[in-house]
Structures are given as C-alpha cells and as structure tokens.
C-alpha cells in the first residue's frame, strides 16, 4: 500500500535515530 511506503519514507527523514535503534534490536 503506497500509504504504507510513504508513511515509512517520513519517518526514515524525520527519525533516523529512532530508526537505527530499531534495527539494532532486531
């Protein structure tokens, strides 16, 4: 779902910090 994607797109722009923690916990 397009939404989906963009939803994902503003946040890798808006909270890299919050994204690299959630991939170190994985």
């Known amino acids: 779902y397009v ?3 963009i939803k ?3 946040l890798l ?3 890299p910090k919050v ?3 959630f ?3 994985i």
């Open 19 to 21: 994204l690299a923690r």
């Open 8 to 10: 994902v797109r503003v």
């Open 3 to 5: 939404g989906d994607i």
């Open 13 to 15: 722009m808006m909270e």
């Open 23 to 25: 991939w170190a916990s």
